[in-house]
């Protein structure tokens, strides 16, 4: 079973390196983040072809919680 350390914050290696290592091995995927740009997608896109199909599911495979902007 592929595990992570609680925090990836770049000091041994990238989230893109450690998404790249455990999203193939995944049916779903859940991550919450501050921030999601496209061009991180377009990172991983890739590596998501083992997701489950989402018609056999009740929810999408692949979701994203994000923060919301605050007001100044």
Avoid at 30 to 41: D, E
Avoid at 51 to 66: G, K, N, Q, T, V
């Amino acid at each position: 079973m592929l595990s992570l350390d609680p925090l990836v914050d770049n000091t041994d290696g990238t989230l893109e390196d450690a998404y790249k290592k455990v999203i193939p091995e995944c049916e779903e995927i859940r991550i919450a983040t501050g921030y999601f740009y496209i061009s991180g997608f377009d990172l991983i896109k890739d590596e998501l072809a083992n997701l489950r199909d989402p018609s056999e599911m009740e929810y999408a495979p692949f979701r994203i919680l994000m923060g919301r902007k605050m007001p100044c």
